[in-house]
């Protein structure tokens, strides 16, 4: 039986505050069906129309109105930050949810969706490799020594935090890098460096040099409804209630190609587990992150999560990692 966690993507359009609240009330209702982890999408300036650009703020925060349910990061780009200021901001959060803060840090998502958080941060897109390799060495240093210099000590003490940071990438020298330094994974075959490519590859790439438990979230979408007209009707909702988030959709052909580009599986949910079984492309994985592609505020995305963890991940058995 698959323990599920829940990544969620906040989007701009309504009010920030309304939108805040009502992920929260997610965050709440996700730790009432038992989920492991919920993951927030963390962007800036609206790429690709997110609402997140601060996550520590906002994890603090959810961290207030619940007890269990782990807080991931999803990601912090490490270019536009500093390390010791992040270890910082870090280590107060961790504190504040009582140790369930999960760092998840990556380097923006390329093909021109990070292009303007760049611009906006005066960082040329072409040292994003360089700098991320830099300052994600820097905070696995400073997170597992507990100092900043020999004589400056991070402060709150960071615990076992080191021990909690994932590195979301499509780059293959980085999975590797990631599977070296004993960090978690979060896959994605679509990134600047790695157009098209296999996350089955990444994985590979990470167990082959990982040399303790391995940790990988594989992110799963899913549109679990009645039927597959219904869940088109739910897509159709969404489209109306957010149509800046879609490409011009104008049929029930373009609709269902949007999902089969996508990867998002849909329809009852028996359906979804046939079709999540019987996929080849499925990798190791510890984490299975759903993905629910709604607005927060659509009506039936309680409704949705409910059939997640009560229809869906009961019938799933997690993939082993060695």
């Given at each position: ?244 988030f879609y490409p011009e959709l104008h049929g029930e052909s373009d609709r269902r190609r949007f999902l089969a580009d996508n990867r998002i599986r849909f329809g009852t949910a028996g359906q979804i587990v046939d079709r999540l079984r019987a996929d080849p492309d499925r990798v190791a994985a510890s984490d299975v992150l759903f ?32």
């Amino acid at each position: 039986m698959t323990t599920p966690s829940l990544f969620v993507q906040l989007r701009s359009g309504p009010p920030a505050a309304e939108v805040y609240r009502r992920t929260i009330e997610i965050s709440v209702r996700a730790e009432q069906l038992g989920y492991h982890t919920i993951w927030f999408a963390t962007r800036h300036f609206e790429a690709h129309h997110a609402a997140l650009p601060s996550v520590f703020p906002f994890v603090a925060a959810a961290a207030q109105h619940t007890t269990r349910i782990r807080l991931g990061t999803g990601v912090v780009a490490l270019p536009f930050e500093h390390p010791v200021r992040l270890a910082e901001d870090a280590a107060v959060t961790d504190a504040l949810s009582g140790g369930r803060l999960e760092l998840g840090v990556g380097k923006g998502l390329g093909f021109g969706h990070s292009a303007t958080s760049y611009a906006g941060f005066g960082v040329p897109d072409t040292d994003r490799e360089s700098l991320y390799a830099d300052r994600v060495a820097a905070l696995q240093r400073i997170l597992a020594d507990g100092r900043v210099t020999d004589d400056i000590a991070l402060y709150p003490p960071p615990g076992t935090l080191r021990s909690r940071i994932w590195q979301s990438t499509g780059n293959i020298v980085t999975a590797r890098r990631a599977g070296a330094a004993g960090d978690g994974l979060l896959p994605h075959g679509n990134s600047q460096a790695r157009a098209g490519g296999s996350v089955g590859e990444l994985v590979d790439a990470y167990l082959a040099e990982c040399r303790t438990t391995p940790r990988i979230g594989s992110s799963v979408a899913v549109l679990p409804a009645d039927s597959e007209g219904d869940a088109l009707a739910l897509l159709d909702t969404d489209i109306r209630s957010s149509p800046a988030f879609y490409p011009e959709l104008h049929g029930e052909s373009d609709r269902r190609r949007f999902l089969a580009d996508n990867r998002i599986r849909f329809g009852t949910a028996g359906q979804i587990v046939d079709r999540l079984r019987a996929d080849p492309d499925r990798v190791a994985a510890s984490d299975v992150l759903f993905y629910i592609p709604l607005a927060v505020d659509h009506p039936r995305y309680l409704d949705c999560l409910h059939r997640v963890s009560a229809e869906i991940a009961p019938h799933l058995t997690a993939l082993p990692t060695s």
